[in-house]
């Protein structure tokens, strides 16, 4: 097993202006990973997957993937 952080956002408790919240897991693979977060967050929607272990790591490839130019 390997260390996953999940981003995922709570539409009911979120601005759309605010980050994703990290799940950090231990999982077989990316979609194990995802289904630990929706298991314990089952309102939730997953974002972004990562293998690893840092958050601050995940939201910068999240951010830099969805880079929406205005």
């Not at 999982?27 to 630990?36: L, M, V």
Request: hydrophobic share 35%; with cysteine.
């Amino acid at each position: 097993m390997n260390n996953y952080i999940v981003l995922y956002r709570t539409e009911e408790i979120m601005s759309p202006f605010d980050p994703p919240f990290g799940f950090e897991c231990e999982a077989d693979d990316a979609d194990h990973a995802e289904e630990q977060c929706l298991n314990a967050y089952p309102d939730s929607g997953v974002v972004w997957v990562i293998e690893g272990d840092d958050y601050l790591k995940a939201l910068d490839q999240y951010w830099h993937e969805n880079e929406v130019i205005l």
